[in-house]
Each structure stands twice: as C-alpha cells, then as structure tokens.
C-alpha cells in the first residue's frame, strides 16, 4: 500500500534547525511532485515547500524562503525539507504530499519551536 512516512521533528529553539524526511512507498516516485504543508492550532493549513517531480523546480512560502530547502533523493524515494534560523511561528504540524495521479499525505511530524 502507498506510505509515506515523515521523521525528524521534535523542539527546537528559536535560531536552531531541523531536517525533516519524507520516507515514500507504494507508489512511482518520479512520477509524483511532493511538497510539503503544516498547520498549526487553530489555523489553516498552509503549503510550505514544493519541488517537481525530478527536483528540477522548487516552490516556497514566502514566510520560510530563504530559510528552508525542500530536495528529494529519487533513489531513495524520500523528500527532505532543510529547515534553518527557525522562528516560534514555525511549530505545526508538517506532512508530507504526493501529487500526480492520485494524491496522497503521511501523517506528518511534530515541530516545536521554543525557548
């Protein structure tokens, strides 16, 4: 069946960094662009990274550009988002996304930013 598994979120504090991935199975890898969206309590669910399906072209919320880097590693069927200089605005939830022709979520991550 089609997986994806997010790992590599937990605190933080503010200034600090954390790499999230995005193991995926089940399904044509390169075949699918991934992204990545959070939500956080009480607020809407927000795209946060998304890059092509052979990692030629990446898109970013202007709130973490310059700041984060989504890639993605073909042989290994994972996509990762760099994530550097956080801010306490950026605790959510992260998950991960697969769009082609189907579309599919993991169950996402726990990132907590703070002091």
């Known amino acids: 069946q089609v997986q994806l598994v997010e790992s590599g979120g937990g605190l933080v504090q503010p200034g600090g960094s954390l790499r999230l991935s995005c193991a995926a199975s089940g399904f044509i890898f390169n075949n699918y662009a991934m992204s990545w969206y959070r939500q956080a309590p009480g607020k809407e669910r927000e795209l946060v990274a998304g890059?092509?399906?052979?990692?030629?072209?990446?898109t970013y919320a202007d709130s973490v550009k310059a700041r984060f880097t989504i890639s993605r590693d073909n042989a290994k069927n994972t996509v990762y988002l760099q994530m550097n200089s956080l801010k306490p605005e950026d605790t959510a939830i992260y998950y991960c996304?697969?769009?082609?022709?189907?579309?599919?979520w993991g169950q996402g991550t726990q990132v907590t930013v703070s002091l």
């Open positions: 996304t697969a769009r082609g022709r189907n579309a599919y």
């Open positions: 890059i092509s399906s052979l990692g030629s072209r990446s």
